[in-house]
């Protein structure tokens, strides 16, 4: 069968085995969704996360587009330290159902656009639970809202779809990844601080005292943070799902929305 154009390929291939959710079902989730997910995904390039025999076999992570791609792919030469990479940008429908089709479960995506891809135009917090516990990393995502507001910041909040939970805000485009990842490693330490029984930004696991990791540090070059609305990984099938900070109170798992749910909540959101 085809969508968008697109033929669907081994389209009973299990996915997500334990809820027997295939390769079909998951395309006609991102076309589904798509409306929703494309203006996150607009301009930046991606990093694709695929699993095309399933999330029970291993997945791999590809960055650079691939020779087969169509020519409706749309890509962008990105400098390295070795030379260049070739990404792929995900405009519209079409492209993002072919990536689907490709086994990819996650999207990921740059946190600059392609108009100047050495200026981020969002700044990320990862909020990493200590092992467990849910409700500590519920507790740091009000607290960290809180602390951002008083800094005269407008947060928004994503359930991670895994186990926490995004904060992430817009910026001006007029600042490099080293000065942005210095603010928000100096807006870290002083929620750290401010919480030093809750949040932690050390980065060794052995050192954190089962705290809340304040993970800033893929605010740089290169770096990428799962897009709003991808799927993760995951046996719950559990969606990265952006949240009205008066909802946290409700959420009682990082995976609370899922392919299986996630229309249901955005059907009573209208």
């Known amino acids: 069968m085809k969508i968008e154009e697109v033929e669907i390929s081994n389209p009973e291939k299990l996915i997500f085995p334990g809820k027997k959710i295939t390769k079909l079902d998951m395309v006609k989730y991102y076309d589904k969704v798509a409306d929703k997910m494309l203006p996150f995904l607009k301009d930046r390039p991606l990093t694709l996360q695929r699993f095309p025999d399933g999330i029970d076999q291993d997945g791999f992570y590809q960055k650079n587009a ?8 749309e890509t962008i030469a990105i400098k ?30 740059w946190l600059a656009k392609k108009e100047d891809l050495f200026k981020p135009d969002k700044v990320v917090f990862d909020l990493d639970p200590p092992k ?3 409700k500590k990393v519920k507790d740091a995502a009000g607290k960290i809202g809180e602390f951002l507001r008083k800094e005269g910041i407008e947060p928004k909040l994503m359930t991670s779809g895994k186990s926490g939970f995004h904060i992430w805000y817009s910026v001006k485009p007029d600042k490099n990844f080293d000065d942005r990842r210095k603010e928000a490693k ?3 330490n002083k929620m ?29 070059y290169g770096q990428t943070s799962v897009c709003p ?14 949240l009205e900070w008066e909802e946290l109170a409700t959420i009682e798992k990082a995976d609370q929305y899922t392919l299986t749910n996630l229309f249901r909540r955005l059907g009573q959101k209208k």
């Not at 330290?81 to 070739?86: I, K, L, R, S, V």
């Not at 401010?194 to 993970?215: C, G, H, M, Q, W």
């Open 66 to 73: 691939s020779d087969y791609f169509p020519d409706y792919i």
């Open 192 to 220: 750290e601080e401010e919480y030093p029984d809750l949040l932690t930004t050390a980065i060794r696991k052995n050192k954190r005292e089962n705290k809340v990791f304040i993970d800033y540090l893929r605010n740089a």
């Open 80 to 109: 390295t330290e070795e030379g260049t990479n070739t990404q792929v940008i995900c405009n519209n429908r079409k492209t993002l159902i072919y990536l689907a089709n490709l086994g990819t479960v996650s999207f990921h995506i």
């Open 229 to 242: 609305y991808s799927l993760r990984p995951i046996q719950s099938c559990g969606v990265a799902t952006p």
């Open 186 to 188: 100096a807006l870290a």
């Open 132 to 134: 467990d516990s849910f």
